[in-house]
């Protein structure tokens, strides 16, 4: 990846970092876990996904290994939000939207990883699906929830729209950092309007 | 591994993706899960082993990851099972067999690797087991579903017992192929045998 | 690492595979599973810490692939344990023990290789607690238990603590193997006495 890649790359890193911390440590606390669990969980949400991809990809060690600021990150978010619990906790749609900006900020940046080594673009897809959706799932299964990318709502789905678009942007030739804002927004934007609208993919069978 | 050994290990990892495919396509469809949920089952079921086995040995990037064959086949395989659906779903065996199969497919072609990797013989059991027992145990995490492997029925002993016999007929010299047609054939009879007769293992103690 | 690290991190290695060992396989036969139910539990605790650990430092083959010493431990513990079930299973703290001392001896030796592989000394606390805490998430994931990591008492915070010991006393010029030791007990102790007298890490929000 050019230079300028690695830097964006590494901003929308930080900003699903934080996103996936606050969602966690909501989720924590909303299952009244003691600040250590909020701590685990804030940190298994955020690291979750983007070690997921290193280890697929065999980018070892990974990355919240070779450098602490991920983990101070995280750690300074969580206190945060343990702080701030009781203004916001009556706010439910924290958690929701704080998950969906992770979901986004991951998949972008695990689709550009993939195509920095070479993947076939369909792969890429696939690669920010999982990069993205893994965090969530890790931090479900930990508080004994049913993952959200099972139940009604369009969650994966953002996901791999959000893949396409990007594609297709960048097939076009549109510069590089609108590629990834644009497909952070539309993924975030059809995860709220999935919820708002209570969206659901038909069974179809 | 020599080149046959290669093309040989290829079509029995297809034929365990393929089973694995649709056992978890069922068991979703089993849990009313949406479309795309059935097609993350169905993939997380039939990569899920073999991930795991890649990982262990340092295989990176994974096979799946490489190759967009594998997303394809488990694509149009989870499709095709959603479109049989109505007409199938009242075979309780389907799963259950699908499941068996690809349990004895991965388990060969897991062992097999080991052998490539110069590990000793009973680690290479080992790691049969493990690549194919690990997706049906991702398949009933994600379902919630207790893990087959620590239901009554005999299962990882399948396993086990499949991958002594694929080291007595290496040993005395059976042609390769067969050494591994049988041990699939081996895993697959017992779990046959062993739901339909009701066999468990004694507890012990 | 020096050849005399090396053999400490060894020794320490088989400690608390032994140790895991045995806390799995209580846990297992508490749950009633069959013979291999119970030896699948028991690796799986065993190795699960040791695993993830060498996963994300890139270190594979894994060390159980590599050597299959610790899969023989593994097998002659869980053995062992099954025999002598009737006369230890109303000794109720012996799981919890075990289960203490595993988590010391695979915190300090994760923490060391961190510290092998020059990561920064807070960051090879949080692998060492990783490695610690993985084996017993594992286990209870799998006996469909709550995590005893988000129950009530103090158990990722003694990693910590442990963890926090060893950097100290390293800095100040303790002997290599008091340090590994000292730390080890701190873990241990830090969980008998918050178990014994009911200690909680406050909310705090």
Redesign the interface.
């Known amino acids: 990846m050019g230079q300028f890649d690695v830097a964006i790359a590494e901003v929308i890193t930080i900003c699903g970092t934080f996103s996936f911390a606050v969602s966690g440590a909501f989720a924590a ?1 909303q299952k ?7 701590l ?1 969980i804030a940190f298994a949400t955020s690291v979750g996904g983007g ?1 997921l991809r290193d ?4 980018d ?3 990355f ?3 450098s ?1 600021n991920y ?1 101070l990150l995280i750690l300074v978010t969580a206190i945060v939000a ?2 701030f ?2 203004r916001i906790k009556s706010l439910k749609i924290t958690l929701f939207l704080f998950d969906s900006l992770g979901l986004g900020f991951f998949t972008v940046v695990g689709l550009q990883k ?1 195509l920095a ?1 070479d ?2 673009p ?2 890429c897809v ?2 920010g699906t999982v990069t993205g959706c893994f965090g969530g ?1 890790i931090r479900d ?2 508080l ?1 929830n ?2 959200l ?2 139940r ?1 709502e369009i ?3 953002a996901c791999i729209v959000g893949g396409i678009v990007y594609l297709l942007l960048d097939y076009i030739g549109v510069d590089p950092t609108f590629v990834k804002v644009i497909s952070v927004a539309v993924i975030f934007l059809i995860r709220i309007i999935a919820v708002k609208y209570n969206l ?6």
């Open positions: 606390m009244r876990l003691d600040v250590f669990g909020v685990i070690t280890i697929l990809l065999g070892t060690p990974v919240w290994l070779k602490a983990s343990v702080i619990w009781k993939g080594y993947l076939s369909g792969i696939a690669l799932i299964i930990l004994n049913i993952p990318i099972f009604k969650y994966a789905t659901t993919l038909p069974r179809m069978y």
